[in-house]
Each structure stands twice: as structure tokens, then as C-alpha cells.
């Protein structure tokens, strides 16, 4: 049955259809299969709708909206000037500011391919004019962008949390150490880059450049206060502080900068309206195929055969390490989670692992296969944003993915590099 279902759904991919197609057709065909008719197709209805019924599912249409109306105003330019303005004159100053740039746009978005579109259009033209290769420039801007998946609000973090019934507000937590690692990899990275390749300096900014520069962020800056503030402080749960990031941008970018007018706030939130249902639509029929396949014990045969039964709490996180970054070279990230989640849940919790040890280690190897060719969907996002050929996207990354699985491996050995911000805020 297993070899069955998963040949419809690669069939269908590569005949193009949109990873929603090929998931209904592969929770339809189990149905077939185990009760031999549809008429138990109530059970899948009834498993598509329990899948988007939790609360806090609530909250990534409203980081998604958040995000949305910050790209569209002033807010990314502002802090891309701030971080400018302090580490522009030194060597690789400008990739500095740009991975640093993606981090703090993942502090308000908490979407790869939000933070590509809203830090690397500003950013690119103007690394190509200092000098710096395109192929580095387009790797740098599609790997630091995985940053966004880690630093709160992270929306793959938000539906594992749901999947694993993990809290999410422990989550948010625990990515930030794991975040600003990567970060700090990169970053050095850049400077052995510029270095290397005898890249020249932007001109060093005045003191007074540099308060106005911090002047002009101090509004955008609010957003990481109201999400990693409020969540610590207990004053908001993760969906509140969604609602309150909306509200946050809606009176930032209509009321104070003036950058959108009630046209632009409905474009926006249409916008948002059209992602909002791809996602939920993939959730919903992600959750089916769960069921379908954790009913048909496929999971128990798949994870059998590879001997996870015998192997300690190491051996598990590396079979799920692996077992992600392939799923996300190939598959929309959101879908491997719904789909992958359920089948390692029994063996995370017979290892006895932390879960959400486990969701920042998931949440770094989606974030890594998003950017992994052949098939990582930044690498797509980049292709139509920045109008570059494939080849010439993916050229420079193996640096940057051999960066990342290096942190991947730490976190493996060293929890802590994850769960110590986690317990000073929730032990």
C-alpha cells in the first residue's frame, strides 16, 4: 500500500501539480485501499477539518499579514540602514548587514521567503555595486534567510507546535540561541569572504548618521519586544502577540510613516488572504494523510525496517535530521512537517527526548532543505524575485549549507545551545 500511495503523489508532483493535489490524492487512494470504497470519506473531512481547528493556528495568518505590511512600507529599509550605518566601513560590512538584516526581518516575519523578497531587493544591487560576486551575494541572501525559520515568530515552528502539540511559546524561546549562532557563522564568514576577494569598504558613517539611523529603527525594533517580550513577560500568548504585531505594523506603516493607505492595507490583506488558504489547504490535507498512513501502520513499517527501534536518543535525532533535510529538498516545508512529525512522534517519545529539543533541530533541517537544491522553494523564490538561472542561484551555497549542518550537529551533541534560554525563561 505504502509504495502505492507515495508513486500517485511523486507522479503527480512531477507532472506539476501543486503539493495540495498530490496530498488528497494520496490520502483518497489510502482510503481506497484500506476500506475498498469511499464511503468512509467522512473520517478524511472529519481529519482535514480537526487539523485546522487548533487556536493557535490562528497566529500565522496574522504574522503572515504583519510581515506582509512591513515589506510593503518602510520598516525593513529602516533597519537595514541602522545595521548599515554601525558595521558598513569594515570588511564585508555590507554581506555583515545583510545576513544581520535577514535576522532581524525573521524577528517580525518569520517567513524564508518574506525575508528573500523584503531584505535581498534592497540589498543585492547594491552588494553587485561594492563588488561582491553575484553567485555569493544570492547564496548569502537565500541561506541567511533560513534564520527567519529560527528566530520568533517562526511559522514552521508555530505548526509543529500544533502537529506535536509542543508549546510554542517554548519554542520561540529556544530558536533565538541556534539563530544568532548561524548568524554569527555567517558573519565571519562574509569578512573571510571580502578579505579573500580584496572587496573595498563603504565609507565609515558619522556618529550622527548613526544615532539618526538608530532614531528612524526604533519603531521597527518594537516588533521583536512585542513578540519575544510579551511572550517572556507572560503577557501575551503566541497568538496574541500575532494580533498585536498586526496592529503593531497596520498604526507603524498608515498612522506614523504613512508609507500605505487604506488601498494598500486591502491589497495587503487579500494578499495575505491568498497565502492564508494555500497554507490552511496544505495543513488540512496534511493532516489527513497523517491519519491515513498512521492508521495503515506505515510508519511503524518505514521506521522498523531502518532499525530506529534500536537506536539511542543520538541515533534518533540524526535519522530525523536526515530524514527532513532530504523531505524539504524536494517538498514544500510546511507538508513535510504535517507529513514526518506524526510518524517520529511515537520513537522521540520512547527515546524520551525533549520535544522541543527536537522542533528547533526539525526546524533548522526544514529550514536548511529550503534552501538545498534540487528542489529548496527559496532557491525558487530567489530565481523570481531576482530573475537569475538556476545554476547561477544554487553556484555559491555549499559554504553556507556546510555552515548550517555544522550547526546542525552541534545542536545534535549540545541541547543546550537550544534549551538554555528556554529554561531561564520557563524552568
Not at 488528497?24 to 469511499?38: K, P, R
Request: proline fraction near 6%.
Amino acid at each position: 500500500m505504502a509504495l502505492t500511495v507515495f508513486a500517485v503523489m511523486i507522479v503527480l508532483l512531477l507532472l506539476g501539480f501543486p503539493m495540495m493535489i498530490p496530498l488528497l490524492a494520496g490520502t483518497l487512494t489510502g482510503f481506497l485501499m484500506i476500506f475498498g470504497d469511499f464511503g468512509q470519506l467522512e473520517t478524511a473531512v472529519q481529519q482535514m477539518i480537526a487539523g485546522i481547528r487548533p487556536a493557535s493556528l490562528i497566529a500565522v495568518p496574522m504574522f503572515i499579514f504583519a510581515a506582509d505590511i512591513m515589506t510593503r512600507g518602510q520598516s525593513a529599509g529602516r533597519l537595514i540602514d541602522m545595521v548599515m550605518s554601525f558595521v558598513g566601513h569594515l570588511k564585508g560590512g555590507l554581506a555583515v548587514t545583510t545576513a544581520t538584516a535577514c535576522t532581524m526581518f525573521g524577528a517580525v516575519s518569520g517567513s524564508t521567503q518574506a525575508t528573500v523578497v523584503a531584505i535581498g531587493s534592497p540589498l543585492r544591487p547594491r552588494m553587485l555595486k561594492a563588488g561582491y560576486k553575484d553567485n555569493f551575494v544570492l547564496a548569502l541572501i537565500v541561506n541567511a534567510s533560513d534564520i527567519a525559520f529560527l528566530i520568533p515568530p517562526s511559522i514552521g515552528m508555530i505548526i509543529y507546535g500544533v502537529v506535536s502539540n509542543t508549546s510554542i511559546a517554548e519554542l520561540f524561546i529556544a530558536g533565538i540561541g541556534p539563530g544568532l549562532l548561524i548568524l554569527l557563522m555567517f558573519s565571519i564568514y562574509s569578512v573571510l569572504y571580502a578579505i579573500r576577494n580584496d572587496v573595498p569598504t563603504e565609507p565609515k558613517a558619522a556618529w550622527a548618521m548613526r544615532i539618526k539611523a538608530v532614531q528612524r529603527a526604533l519603531w521597527p525594533m518594537g516588533f521583536p519586544a512585542i513578540i519575544i517580550g510579551g511572550i517572556y513577560g507572560g503577557i501575551f500568548s503566541p497568538t496574541e502577540a500575532a494580533a498585536a504585531c498586526v496592529l503593531y505594523a497596520l498604526v507603524l506603516e498608515v498612522v506614523i510613516f504613512k508609507s500605505l493607505n487604506v488601498r494598500g492595507v486591502f491589497d495587503t490583506a487579500k494578499s495575505t488572504g491568498l497565502i492564508t488558504a494555500v497554507v490552511f489547504i496544505l495543513v488540512a490535507a496534511g493532516a489527513a494523510f497523517s491519519w491515513i498512513i498512521s492508521f495503515a501502520q506505515i510508519p511503524q513499517s518505514v521506521l522498523g525496517a531502518v532499525g530506529i527501534d534500536e537506536m539511542g536518543a543520538i541515533g534518533v535525532l540524526f535519522v530525523i535530521s536526515v530524514a527532513f533535510f532530504v523531505g524539504c529538498m524536494f517538498v514544500d516545508p510546511i507538508v513535510v512537517i504535517l507529513v514526518l512529525v506524526p510518524i517520529f512522534a511515537p520513537v522521540v517519545n520512547a527515546v524520551g527526548l525533549d520535544p522541543v529539543h527536537v522542533g528547533i533541530i526539525i526546524t533548522l533541517q526544514v529550514a536548511i532543505g529550503s534552501a538545498t537544491p534540487p528542489f529548496g522553494c527559496d532557491i525558487f523564490t530567489a530565481i523570481a524575485v531576482f530573475k537569475r538561472p538556476y545554476m547561477e542561484v544554487i553556484r555559491g551555497t555549499p559554504p553556507f549549507i556546510f555552515m548550517l549542518l555544522t550547526v546542525s550537529i552541534a545542536l545534535i551533541f549540545f541541547p543546550q545551545i537550544a534549551l538554555f534560554l528556554r529554561d531561564i525563561a520557563f524552568k
